[in-house]
Nanobody, 123 residues
């Protein structure tokens, strides 16, 4: 079962770190992705990381501002979000799957999803 945490209210330019953990299982052999969704809109890819090897993927709007990483000992994936903008406001979800590289940003390639955590960027 996936559990995402770390959301909250932050001012523009601020930072937040989201965490994604898996109770009772390991991320081994999976890709862990972060997605975000505004009400009434599609769920968009944000960032992803292959647990084995550590290959990372980023959506263009967050490149240079967000960093995805993993902690083997804690079986946890983090999304460090810096220089946050109001347009980053959304519910953020973590998910796991085994997508091929070319499909790593496709939400349909992920089959386990955790509950979302709300990130609000506002002054």
């Amino acid at each position: 079962q996936l559990q995402a945490s770390g959301g909250g209210l932050v001012q523009p330019g601020g930072s937040l770190r989201l965490s994604c953990g898996a109770s009772g299982s390991s991320f081994s052999s999976y890709t862990v992705g972060w997605f975000r969704q505004d009400p009434g809109k599609d769920r968009d890819f944000v960032a992803g990381i292959r647990w084995s090897g550590g290959t990372t993927y980023y959506a263009d709007p967050v490149k240079g501002r967000f960093t995805i990483s993993r902690d083997y000992a804690k079986n946890t994936v983090y999304l460090q979000m810096d220089s946050l903008k109001p347009e980053d406001t959304a519910v953020y979800y973590c998910a796991v799957g085994r997508p091929i590289t070319s499909a790593a940003k496709n939400p349909s390639m992920y089959y386990y999803w955790g509950p979302g955590t709300l990130v609000t960027v506002s002054s």
